[in-house]
């Protein structure tokens, strides 16, 4: 099978072969050191030196925990949206409370700074901005360098989902000043889904000292007070704990550059495929994703029955279009364990099935 | 390692061999068809007709899960507590701003149906009762069938922590009117922890639809509409609903009355055993756990020393005391894969240690 969906991810033998591992006392030395041994690892590949916690759930807990750890009900949050997750984020923000101000730019186009300057400036009230590093439903990347920079020029909170980006994509977390960046292993990290990990600035600690929204499971301070024994509050998923430990392992010996260029490579590799097909990108080339590409379907061709003779016929699993996008994309992750040969077979695949799924036949 | 904590328990072969496996996609047929497999035989494990849900969390996520699925900020609630476990379902539903009537029993005892029976005749305002099935911390299981009876007489909602019970000793859900019921992977269950697995009623869904909680990640709303379509609302952690569907094979061919059966018999045996030392159990024997004994530390020995020994020098593997117990009591878990020869290696290496963890020594 040619998995090639934005996650999960496959994962290297390394990884699965330690995943399947028996289980260890989660309150025991051995697993104090995993965990210890991890968290220093991902502080590296975040770039920071904030707190950085392993939480047992998916992605969108983790957005919530951001959430949830920072903000008080009524508290004043820009959510900046570009697609269906930065929808979710603001949703998140909402459902917990929060006025949201939603900042939505066209699915498909990158956030505009000077839109995000401008609607900080025009309410000062705003505490906290929510946003989207890399915007999976629709394969863009948002300039987020640029971005981070005007929120912190007006000093808000700024939590970012960076799921599908960091690990991947470039995210210099205390360059960029970000209080809280939210992943999951599932992505990048080329490891099952189940844990989410979550960095938290000073800023963020101040944040969570005032907040009033109830939390308990995703407590950052409990998560912190845990950690300190090398230990989390509540009982991990051991096995995602050990593909995670195998899986920093292998791309610390690949080298955080390196694993930049090669999705910077697969990305150019997956757009110039698609495109030799005469297939036309979903998003904006200039903000086009190097972890996700977004094709539209032709015209004449059913994208639903594209996907499924493609998997059923030679096991290439692509993803179908989010929301509002179902049956009008189709979407090829190409993020974690990935490389040339397995993108070369997804074009191949395509110019293969493209001709055969028609549309009304 | 003979790894005898109340969980994560240690895993079958075949369970780990499927917990290893490569990933799919979680919106793919062939994950559809694993989660309404599992679904259906946890339904017939809960013995109950009401949904079933599987979320990415710890046990203690899905007790939050059924505190802010079922409650208003404001709801009288009555916590009844034998020990750590009970006093956090507490604590959790207080936190979500519930207004917690504490009923708490002497640890190592049961609750006593009869001052629950008190209690809810004393205060009409109770809306809800949380009841903890089997309490870990203490080794004690509650008369669960005789607490819901009197919970049902007065039509309260009945919120119970099943986590270390069902799955290895009888709940039938259904017949004992339990509306929301709540467990964890990595106990009776045979698998990694990282899944919790739920039981909604339909009392629980009319209290669902009055609840004002915010609740997102933990949404039933949102598992229920999922589960229709065989997913999960948020991407679930794959390996281990893997090692879940040969787990409950195992549990299928093993059958549940055997299941029972042999908790029981390794109840006995431990209790025999550990007393067979001179030692003596911290539970009120009468209601002493089918899945994890509590034993209190003799005079003369040091509990902690006790344990790293036997750890460290034979990989036998038990936990220690938690909270207000630390240091006094010692737990050995028999839940989940667990037969006689593991017991009675526990009981051997507790004969050849006593004597050599001397307290001051």
């Avoid at 690949?254 to 590799?269: D, K, Q, S, V, Y």
């Avoid at 594209?306 to 979407?331: A, Y």
Wanted: a neutral charge; charged letters at 20%.
């Amino acid at each position: 099978m040619n998995l090639r969906i934005p996650g999960p991810t496959p994962c290297p033998e390394e990884v699965l072969h330690a995943v399947g591992k028996q289980m260890i006392n989660h309150r025991g030395p051995e697993f104090c050191e995993l965990l210890t041994k991890i968290t220093g690892q991902l502080k590296d590949l975040f770039q920071t030196k904030n707190d950085v916690f392993v939480l047992t759930c998916s992605g969108t807990g983790a957005m919530e925990a951001a959430v949830v750890n920072t903000l008080s009900p009524g508290d004043r949050v820009l959510g900046v949206s570009i697609g269906v997750f930065g929808e979710r984020f603001a949703q998140i923000a909402e459902t917990y409370g929060a006025d949201v101000k939603r900042l939505d730019f066209e699915w498909g186009t990158a956030a505009d700074p000077e839109a995000v300057r401008g609607a900080l400036a025009a309410d000062p009230a705003i505490k906290a901005v929510l946003v989207t590093h890399n915007e999976t439903s629709t394969g863009v990347t948002n300039d987020l360098g640029a971005l981070s920079r005007v929120v912190k020029e007006f000093g808000k909170l700024l939590l970012v989902d960076a799921i599908s980006s960091i690990g991947s994509i470039d995210l210099p977390v205390d360059k960029w000043g970000c209080d809280v960046v939210v992943t999951g292993s599932q992505k990048g990290w080329m490891v099952p889904p189940g844990l989410a990990m979550v960095s938290v600035s000073a800023k963020a600690w101040d944040a969570y000292a005032a907040a009033k929204i109830p939390r308990f499971y995703m407590d950052f301070g409990k998560a912190k007070s845990y950690l300190e024994k090398g230990q989390t509050p509540w009982t991990p998923a051991v096995s995602i704990v050990y593909g995670l430990a195998v899986a920093l392992d292998l791309m610390q010996a690949e080298g955080w550059t390196n694993i930049i260029a090669r999705h910077g490579r697969l990305g150019a590799f997956t757009r110039s495929g698609v495109k030799g097909l005469g297939l036309s990108l979903y998003a904006d080339e200039k903000y086009a994703s190097n972890t996700v590409t977004a094709v539209n379907v032709p015209p004449g061709v059913d994208g639903k029955k594209l996907l499924r003779m493609m998997r059923e016929e030679k096991g290439v699993v692509l993803s179908g279009g989010q929301s509002r996008l179902d049956g009008k994309i189709f979407r090829v992750g190409h993020l974690g364990y990935c490389h040339e040969p397995e993108i070369a077979n997804v074009v191949e695949t395509l110019r293969e099935y493209l001709p055969k799924a028609k549309a009304n036949s």
